[in-house]
């Protein structure tokens, strides 16, 4: 079920200079209630907690894959290292916000330690693809999440949709979760054409030092335990439930929610909440998704502590209720109904790449 505060148009127009000037007033209101309750303190116990937990469970897959040898019960530890290394991707994106440590030279480090040597993607590159999409999320032009080379996620994209590609987006509802499993390989391979190519040159150097230990120590502590063969398997294993694991927790935070326009002007919390959802499910869902599931809490504050997103949201949600901002929540069930249909929709205005030009004009 979808719970909602006030309605609001979906894809608002250019919010006049008062109404700008309004809402960034009451963005400041609730920014002073979320410190006053401490909101936004960091909370070293916890992350020390998750770090301990993720390293136990590290150390639980290699032990596995020692114990387990050269058998194909072994790709059973694949799946596990595929759950332990989201993890350490998330842990990766709080750094990344400052969300851990009060310096930032800390939480940088802690990023690109887990970002690069723990999962093997570039920090840097990471960090400039994601900061425009927190800068504008679902904006056009901006958010390079809404452009993807294979599926459509506005009318645009399906529209100018040829050959191949017209078919896929026709039926892209169908082979959303097939493409999940294709994006762990894509991160990684986006990842290393950045270092390759230049990339951001900003830490350039230490992302490219942490990235090759990962893959020497991955790839070489696997050949010593698995031949050839089974380590492919491994790996690509691991890859395919890494990318499924970590594009289900990101697909439902925006997907589906309203596009908005190149020059589209929006204040700061309309700009933030109204293209984001929350996922609800308790404990469980905040650990499957790293509290992503509060994406509207986190785009209103991302260095706040993933683990107090939660408590920010009755204030988040009442101030919502209280500006007429809609404040969009649903289950993890009911988001992925509305990102297939959403795929769906937007598919079906591609150009049939194998339709009867003659039938179409008949039809006409």
């Known amino acids: 079920m ?67 040898g050269d058998s194909w019960l072994t790709l059973l530890m694949a799946a596990a290292l595929a759950l332990v290394l989201t993890q350490c991707a998330y842990l990766g994106h709080d750094g990344a916000h400052r969300q851990v440590f009060a310096t930032a030279r800390a939480n940088e480090w802690t ?14 590159w990471w960090q400039g693809k994601h900061n425009p999409h927190h800068q504008a999320p679902n904006r056009l ?43 762990g390989f894509n991160l990684h391979a986006d990842s290393v054409r950045s270092l390759v190519r230049g990339g951001p040159r900003r830490g350039r150097l230490r992302d490219v030092a942490l990235v090759v230990t990962h893959w020497t120590l991955y790839l070489g502590g696997l050949l010593l335990v698995l031949s050839p063969g089974k380590a492919a398997a491994f790996v690509a294993v691991h890859l395919a439930l890494f990318g499924v694991h970590l594009g289900g927790a990101f697909a439902p935070n925006h997907t589906g929610m309203p596009v908005v326009p190149r020059d589209a002007k929006l204040d700061f919390l309309s700009r933030q909440v109204l293209m984001s959802r929350n996922v609800t499910g308790g404990w469980f869902v905040d650990l499957l998704m790293g509290g992503l599931n509060h994406q509207v809490e986190h785009h209103l504050f991302p260095s706040m502590p993933r683990v107090n997103l939660r408590r920010a949201r009755p204030l988040v949600r009442a101030h ?14 009911a988001a992925f109904r509305a990102v297939l249909t959403h795929l769906r929709t937007v598919g079906s205005r591609a150009p049939d790449p194998f339709g009867c030009p003659l039938a179409k004009q008949l039809r006409g």
């Open 141 to 183: 032009g901006t958010d390079g999440d809404v452009e993807s080379k294979v599926l459509s996620f506005h009318d645009d994209a399906a529209r100018s949709r040829t050959g191949v590609l017209a078919w896929l987006a026709h039926r892209q509802a169908w082979w959303f979760f097939p493409l999940l499993a294709l994006e």
């Open 2 to 68: 979808t719970t909602t505060t006030t309605s609001r148009a979906a894809a608002p127009p250019d919010a006049p200079a008062g109404r700008q000037a309004r809402q960034a007033s009451t963005y400041a209101a609730l920014s002073r209630q979320v410190q006053a309750a401490g909101l936004l303190h960091r909370r070293r116990g916890y992350y020390a907690a998750v770090i301990a937990l993720v390293a136990a469970g590290l150390g639980g897959v290699v032990t596995g894959v020692v114990l387990l």
């Open 111 to 124: 990023g690109r330690v887990f970002a690069c040597l723990m999962t093997g993607l570039s920090y840097s």
């Open 320 to 333: 919502c209720e209280q500006q007429g901002v809609t404040y969009t929540e649903t289950s993890l069930v």
